[in-house]
């Protein structure tokens, strides 16, 4: 009988893999550091075995891109130590576990999508405790590792939410043109992982909403579905001061999913479609 963990329940795609299990009727209990602290070994060690969990879906992150720059080590004890923490409690238990990674862990070059075999090469702190984390969470070798994009979901901050808040505010707003990737909806991953966690198919994955576009086609598409009259003017990166480098080629190839029979995701105009009937549902918007 399955029993199911979830870190990070209280951040977004954590919330809907909690409520898809339990749509489901599958044992599961959600966590974040309020009940354990998954970057202290000896903790997580304890709370794990006592717990005795089949599986291990870890969505808890430290996921400011910005912020990781001149935070390396905590975002370097979140993403790597407190990974290899859960990895090594699973491989004693011989639990399975889903650590989800990210597009970040490719520099972004060329226009192809990117294969789950490809070179890596991260542009900055956060991509590179990402990729570390993937290697961390290997050393369980029941391990799943589903590297995803553009996250967006009820809980919390994301780019849509604020593009539906500035829309409101201004007539205009430029968004940068040319990193090309795919949104997801974590409800839509949520049910990939749910199905993920009950196979044997170990491995490293893709697992994006199908299609690509530019953050500016995707915040035009936000506008129109709100029915917002702002218009989104396309813009460069380097027209648009950060001080992170970002990878301009965010597409991923999700041929890996094919190869294990697992469904893809949805269109990502759909997946919008249905998230701000969840927001308006939810009094959010």
């Not at 070994?41 to 879906?57: C, L, M």
Request: charged share 25%; aromatic share 8%.
């Amino acid at each position: 009988m399955e029993k199911i963990l979830v870190t990070g329940v209280a951040g977004q795609l954590g919330h809907d893999v909690v409520a898809e299990l339990e749509r489901r009727g599958i044992s599961c209990k959600g966590i974040d550091i309020a009940d354990c602290d998954l970057t202290d070994a000896a903790q997580t060690d304890r709370f794990i075995r006592i717990f005795q969990p089949t599986a291990v879906i870890h969505c808890a992150a430290y996921t400011n891109v910005n912020a990781a720059e001149e935070n390396e080590a905590l975002c370097r004890k979140v993403n790597v130590e407190g990974t290899r923490n859960i990895a090594r409690a699973c491989a004693y238990l011989k639990s399975k576990l889903i650590y989800i990674s990210s597009d970040y862990v490719f520099d972004g070059s060329g226009d192809a999508p990117k294969n789950v075999e490809d070179t890596t090469c991260p542009l900055n702190v956060y991509g590179k405790s990402k990729l570390d984390g993937e290697a961390a969470a290997r050393e369980n070798p029941q391990t799943f590792v589903v590297r995803t994009s553009w996250v967006y979901g009820l809980n919390g901050t994301n780019f849509v939410k604020t593009m539906l808040r500035l829309g409101r505010q201004k007539t205009e707003l430029s968004v940068v043109a040319d990193q090309v990737g795919s949104p997801t909806y974590t409800k839509d991953l949520a049910r990939l992982l749910a199905d993920m966690v009950l196979t044997t198919k170990y491995g490293t994955y893709h697992a994006t909403n199908e299609g690509f576009c530019s953050w500016a086609e995707f915040a035009a598409e936000i506008m129109k579905q709100a029915n917002l009259a702002c218009r989104i003017v396309p813009v460069r990166s380097a027209d648009y001061p950060s001080p992170v480098e970002r990878p301009l080629n965010s597409r991923l190839s999700k041929i890996s999913l094919d190869f294990a029979s697992l469904e893809r995701l949805p269109d990502w105009h759909n997946a919008l479609s249905r998230y701000l009937l969840e927001l308006s549902q939810n009094d959010i918007i």
